[in-house]
């Protein structure tokens, strides 16, 4: 059976796997989707923590803490924990968010429970030895000196620390030089006791399973544990808008516009992905077609909207020449113009449409995404809405959305902008983030 999208092509409707929940008395949650047609299972453990909960002192203790948990627990040796990784797949990793923290596993169904022991070990009895920790933090340290020599991820970076100023948020992930010096064994230790509680885990599994078995599994390892904290201060962040340029001897200048954009709890968090998409979100989107394909000015130009629970950002990127900055800006702001203007054909929209139910679909293939996207749902929503929901409200956004909302988020004198590259060249006039009418 098809589901149609439009006149011309279809896609299967997606199959429906159901997620099932439960919670411990301690508060920690367990959600799992059963796919028997794999032999593979994903299991993560999730922490509703993230760079944003920290005090600024402590800028990047959550990713060091991810990093050490993997450098000896009290039942393993950071040798032992390589082996048993590489005998379980080689598919064990963790990774800090500015919202949770997480760690994963894939497996082969049968070694579900040994990658269980093995991750629940992790997070549960970590040394924090502090030979391994100062190793560590001068990987940490290597870690902060490539983002420095990544000028695409730098100025994201760069970016975000003016847009959210003074707030979490704005903060790196990896936290700074200066903070990371300071961290001692104690602190690390005070703040793992602090967040790493039964109340605020989120364990998702997904694959050739049994939800029953990981409830068993779950409250072997940490029914017994007091729930701890269950909540994380949080401040309501508030963006800055501003023109900036800052000098780096790089061959080309790295642009980044952007605007406020609706929260991941937004109503019209579809509608600005939508919008996202149409503006340069793929090979025929506006941006990438105009500013590559026609004028040929960048090898790299897009948009993206990088969203969290209660604020989000669109952004728009491109590498250019210096010489070509200022004419690349002007056609981002023309596409930008024309879309508040005259909004989207429904054509365009069911294409971008098309486009970003295909990733869903896609998705769904892979017990990986699903367990994340678990942990995101019960992570951002505390509820898991269903695929099917999600495609729903994906095809009820209209060309009359998109404009609406094109109209709101595109403002002059509400865009921000950060240029990286050389000299002078890459300075830009504020006048030139004008929407014009015509």
Known sequence: MSQRLNHTTSQPAPPQIVATRTELP???????????????????????????????????????????????????????????????GGAVDAFTMRECTGFH????????????????????????????????????????????????????????????????????????????????????????????????????????LEHDQIVELANRYFGSLPAGTAHLDEDLPHPTLFVDAINKPYEQAHLILGVVAPPLLSTYRFTCNLLST??????????????REEEGLAYTVYSDVNAVHDAGCLNIYAAVSPANLRRTIELIMAEI???????????????????????????????????????????????????????????????????????HLFQTGKIACLTLGPGRKAVIPAKLLKITSS
């Open 337 to 407: 113009s024309a879309l508040v203007r005259d909004g989207v054909s429904d054509e365009e929209l069911q294409r971008a449409r098309e486009q970003l139910l295909t990733g869903i679909l896609l998705a769904l293939e892979s017990s990986a995404s699903r367990a994340a996207h678990l942990a995101r749902q019960e992570i951002v929503y505390q509820k898991v809405t269903t695929t099917e929901e999600i495609i729903q409200e994906i095809k009820a956004v209209t060309a009359s959305d998109v404009k609406h909302l094109a109209e």
């Open 105 to 208: 596993i894939q497996t082969l169904d049968h070694r579900l429970a040994e990658g269980f022991d093995l991750l629940a070990d992790l997070v549960l009895n970590p040394l924090f030895d502090p030979e391994e920790l100062e190793r560590e933090r001068n990987v940490i340290l290597e870690e902060m000196k490539m983002v420095e020599d990544t000028p695409d991820e730098l100025v994201f970076e760069k970016f975000t620390a003016r847009f959210w100023d003074g707030h979490g948020l704005g903060r790196p992930i990896e936290g700074t030089a200066e903070t990371v010096e300071s961290f001692t064994r104690d602190g690390v230790q005070q703040y793992f006791e602090k967040i790493f509680t039964p109340a605020n885990f989120v364990i998702t599994a997904a694959g050739n």
């Open 278 to 291: 149409v503006l340069g979100g793929g090979l025929s989107s506006r941006l990438f077609q105009r500013i």
């Open 26 to 88: 301690n508060g920690l949650v367990i959600l799992t989707e059963q796919m028997t047609s794999i032999r593979s299972v994903t299991l993560g453990i999730w922490l509703r923590a993230g760079s944003r909960h920290e005090p600024p002192q402590l800028n990047g203790i959550t990713h060091f803490i991810e990093h050490l948990l993997f450098k000896g627990t009290k039942n393993r040796s950071t040798r032992q924990i390589a082996i048993e990784s590489d005998h379980l």
